[in-house]
């Protein structure tokens, strides 16, 4: 059986230049990074067609070591939708590299759903991740130059500032560090540490905005800390977003790729979903609905994460309206949360498969709350029995849930066109049935409830002192209408990993609030999460290789 990668460098890739013809785009609108990739202007985006156009949310089950397929299961039914005659795209984040040399190996899809050129698409791409990079730390270098001056000072309080840097790669080491030693020429010392790039308030400001005007703005908007006289800092009192800006000028453009099978394909922006808010851009999805009659993309993780954040951020703030929901569901997954060991999910085990039925039930519940019925995606493995495919079939008949068995994977485009009629029935029955959990008007704490009693199950909620101060301290600020992007776990419903299948009557503890005010949403961190990943054990940087004739081997 190949690889990924072999299959992806086996494909027989087309111009990129072909492609956007595909969607009426001349070469003199493209702007080229090589043969197979390009940046497209903002000017291609239609708001009337966006209006018009049918958008579909891939989302899945709790994740478990086993893996679920999100975006496998995305490119393949874009792929089914166009063979059965649609016009349609996938937007997608684009990988961290953090995750590509650390746990995943590569984050492109799989088998024969892919997006390609694969390596470019997983190492550096069009250097937008790298952009964000550059822009946040500019902002960290202004910051603590700025407290270095005696003539310009702004008197920042260094205590108060929690803009750290950022890099894109899993580095725990840097989690917490201290700057500024060796001197009065080499800054003034302060506690401070590193997040991952895809954590950065800068890229979930770009995935955001609206414009490159709107990015500036918001930009401008970050807030920085106080002074010692207890006044407001923001990165506009450094006069830090026009060069910021600057550097993000191309980052904002999306990119187009394409499929193994040669549909269009648009990569931007990459938060993850269990610290920001786990979509590409509005901007990107704006794109892809102006091109084309669908679109499919997806959120991070599982439905109380990234589908949440895709309702209640992305499409509240965006002015978008979802047609459909997909929930992609693996046997393998729902017998672990059933209680099976990981070794043992080749097995058949029914049982297990029933009792890890309530996970799935609940993020089907969730969907409820936004106004869909979703589509549920058997994403196909070898180790599924007919037993098994059956139980869950029928699981969900019970339901009265649409269900389609997914072979993307193996098939491509012919392995989903179940799931892309279903898709297409479901989103004629749904032309406006989306509705927000909540809205900007309500309390931050009405907000927090709504998210962590409905999407996670939780019984209530638990602030720590330090929490509800600076809960304060962000409404004393007159920023009181923003949303809500709660950082936890992806391990588990609720804000312990440890907790399979569905918890219940459970508490979810708030023992931190962040300020992203150029994002436009607080960030209230729920258990131990972590905004700077470590590597495992066995990091997938010890597998990815090069040959002598120059091609990659080692992504997955």
């Known amino acids: 059986m190949k690889s990924d990668i072999e ?28 043969k197979y990739k ?27 070591p086993a893996g679920e397929g999100k ?45 390609i050129p694969m390596e470019d698409i997983n190492l550096h791409f069009t250097g937008d991740i790298s952009a964000v990079e550059k822009a946040h730390n500019l902002l960290a270098a202004l910051i603590d130059n700025n407290i270095q001056l005696k003539e310009g000072n702004l008197g920042i309080d260094p205590r108060t500032v929690e803009w750290k840097r ?12 201290v700057i500024g030693l060796g001197g009065q020429k080499q800054g003034v010392p302060r506690e401070t540490g590193f997040n991952i790039t895809a954590a950065s308030e800068v890229m979930a400001t770009l995935c955001v905005s609206q414009n490159l005007q709107d990015l500036k703005n918001r930009l401008g908007n970050i ?75 997806e959120a991070g993780f599982a439905s109380e994460l990234g589908a949440e954040k895709f309702f209640n951020i992305k499409s509240q703030g965006g002015d978008l309206m979802p047609n459909a929901v997909v929930i992609v569901a693996t046997i393998r997954a729902l017998k672990y ?74 098939k491509g485009g012919d392995g989903a066109t179940d799931l892309a009629e279903k898709v297409v029935a479901a989103v004629s029955d749904c032309p406006s049935c989306f509705k927000p959990l909540y809205f900007p008007e309500w309390s931050y704490e009405e907000k927090i409830e709504a998210i962590a009693t ?5 019984k209530n909620v638990e602030y720590s002192i330090e929490a509800k101060n600076q809960l304060k301290k962000i409404n004393a600020l007159g920023l009181t209408n923003l949303a809500v992007c709660i950082a936890k776990t992806q391990k588990s419903l609720s804000d312990d990993q440890y907790k399979k299948n569905r918890p219940r009557d459970f508490t979810v503890k708030i023992r931190e609030i962040e300020l992203s005010s150029g994002a436009g949403f607080i960030v209230p961190i729920a258990g131990t999460i972590m905004r700077m990943p470590g590597l495992p054990s066995i990091p997938s940087a010890e597998k990815i290789d090069i040959d002598e004739h120059g091609n990659i081997i080692g992504l997955f």
């Open 7 to 34: 299959i992806a460098q086996a494909a027989k890739i087309q111009p990129i230049v072909t492609i956007a013809k595909q969607l009426g785009i001349q070469e003199d609108d493209l702007e080229l990074y090589g």
């Open 38 to 64: 390009a940046k497209l202007p903002l000017k291609l985006i239609d708001e009337e067609k966006v209006k018009k156009g049918r958008l579909i949310l891939v989302t899945a089950i709790t994740p478990t």
């Open 71 to 115: 975006t496998t299961t995305s490119i393949g039914l874009t792929q089914a939708l166009n063979k059965i005659g649609k016009k349609a795209m996938v937007v997608l984040r684009e990988p961290s590299l953090g995750p590509v040399f650390g746990i995943k190996g590569g984050a492109a899809g799989g088998g024969n759903s892919q997006v």
């Open 166 to 177: 950022v890099m894109d790669m899993n580095e725990r080491s840097l989690r917490d560090i």
């Open 223 to 297: 807030f920085i800390g106080y002074t010692y006289d207890d006044k407001p800092i923001f990165a506009r009192d450094l006069k830090a977003q026009g060069a910021m800006t600057v550097l993000l000028k191309d980052a904002i453009k999306p990119n187009l790729v394409q499929t193994l099978e040669g549909n269009p394909a648009i990569i931007h922006g990459g938060p993850f979903a269990n610290i920001a808010q786990g979509t590409n851009t509005i901007i990107a999805t704006k794109m892809g609905l102006s091109l084309t009659d669908y679109v499919v993309t």
């Open 337 to 410: 949360h059933g209680g099976a060991k990981l070794a043992d999910l080749a097995k058949e085990n029914v049982k297990a498969l029933e009792i890890g039925f309530d996970n799935l039930d609940k993020h089907i519940e969730n969907m409820s709350y936004y106004g869909f019925k979703p589509v549920v995606a058997i994403n196909k493995f070898d180790s599924d029995t007919v037993a098994e495919i059956e139980l869950l079939k029928k699981h969900c008949d019970t339901l009265g849930i649409t269900v389609a068995l997914n072979d993307a994977w193996a």
């Open 454 to 458: 409905k999407m996670y199950g939780a």
